[in-house]
């Protein structure tokens, strides 16, 4: 040990077995599923897994069967976490998008650069398109590849979920180990928890956990909450090129204070150009469908959603849920 006299641990495996708590069991989860234990000497279920000279033993057969495979995905790198934490990470086609939003002309605009009368008129191209519904934005330079091979509606990844049951994403309780239990009773679909955009963006292990899927869950989403565009399309555009789910979930019903003074969850319900704005920043930027869960309105007795669920479909989204 480099700190030699100064570290505070022991470095004596027989003072430290003596020292510890007895086993609570004769056999260790870990070691039987996947072949080896990472905890080793600390393991409270040691003795199944600790050979001579308190060696950590391994089963090779059982540990071969899951080289590559991780049973937990969509951890935080430390990699991803420091260009995270520097803004070095690129957000290429959440930029295009916010500058389309930001910087196309305005039709008034235009008819006023046009200038006195014999003056030669201005031409703007505009764009063919990008995301359906994205705005146009004024274009210059040569043709790319990208300019023309656009992901179409119809080539996004399809969401069969019809006749399945879908477990709803539940704060501070639908956590990995919550969602592996409901899975074997018998749910189809499963969402993680309400993860803050702005928090995954500065790259906070503790919001990244609640991303993470278990091998079990075939049909996994997970679902976002902010209350701007520019933050919401770049965690879009982060998640689809860094972790692997099935769809993405936007919550426009959180009822909490914190949230809802911020302009986010369910004020986003009475913020439309925002609401409007956050569902095509985020559907041009995923490769995989978008949905949305509302309530059935933000005032009591005052019902919106039944006016507000055709125009997230013309947004782009492909599934909206209603909390009563």
Known sequence: CRFGPRCRFLHDVSRYLAAK?????RRCVLFDTFGRCPYGLT???GRAHLGDGHRNLVNAALARRWEGKLPVRNGLSKELQQQLRKRKFAFRKA?????GLHGAPKPEALQSSQGTEGA???????????????PSIPTLGPLTDEDVTKLRP???KKLEIQGKLYLAPLTTCGNLPFRRICKRFGADVTCGEMAVCTNLLQGQSSEWALLKRHHTEDIFGVQLEGAFPDTMTKCAELLNRTIDVDFVDINVGCPIDLVYKKGGGCALMT??????QIVRGMNSVLDVPLTVK????????????????PRIREWGASMVTVRG
């Open 21 to 25: 708590p007895p086993d609570l069991g």
């Open 43 to 45: 393991c409270r279920f």
């Open 95 to 99: 930029e295009e998008f916010l500058r």
């Open 120 to 134: 030669p008129k201005p031409e703007v191209l505009q764009s063919s398109g990008g995301a359906e519904g994205a």
């Open 154 to 156: 119809c080539e996004k």
């Open 271 to 276: 913020r439309s150009n925002k609401f409007e």
């Open 294 to 309: 509302i309530r059935t309105g933000v005032q009591e007795k005052v019902n919106v959603a039944h006016k507000i669920i």
